[in-house]
């Protein structure tokens, strides 16, 4: 079965207060309330980084070009209690944009700092391999969620040494 494609840019910038990334609370669909980057679904034809450069520019108003993104994940989610909602994503880190990120009909943008993520506001994936992932290493994973739609049921992602282990039962 092919997964339908989405991807998701993560902007980061530096601040007098150190390094912020932009999140953005989902206003509509699947991930309502969660904080996401900006993304959706790939369009015929299109590839993976040109569908994160139209979906940053339509969700926030921000411009990105497409040599300025770096791919720091190729992630399949698996929902077997949802099939629908099952989908490969790619992920991409951008330092180089334009523009101040406002609020769409998908998403209200927010900074946050980087070294403070609100990883138990995000899907819960986020907390497995997101910080690996912006601290520079590329992840390839997948995260199968449970019956809850919410949780992280298993995983293939293997934690390099001395990266935290993450309790997938919720019982951190």
Sequence with gaps: MVLP???????????????????????????LGNLVGPGGKLEAGETPTDAAVRETREEIGVTVHPDSLTLIGELTYPFPYRPAWSQKSWAFLCREFSGEPMESD?????????????????????????????????????FT??????????????????????DMTGSE
């Design 5 to 31: 494609e989405v991807s998701v840019c993560y902007l980061l910038r530096e601040t007098a207060a150190g390094p912020e990334i932009l999140l953005g609370r989902k206003k509509t669909g699947l991930g």
């Design 106 to 142: 998908e998403l209200r943008p927010e900074w946050f700092a980087l070294d403070a993520l609100p990883l138990d506001r995000m899907w819960d994936d986020a907390k497995h391999w997101l910080p690996l992932a912006l601290g520079g290493r590329f992840v390839r994973a997948t």
């Design 145 to 166: 969620f449970a019956a809850d739609g919410k949780s992280v049921e298993s995983s293939d992602f293997v934690k390099p040494p001395g990266y935290p282990a993450v």
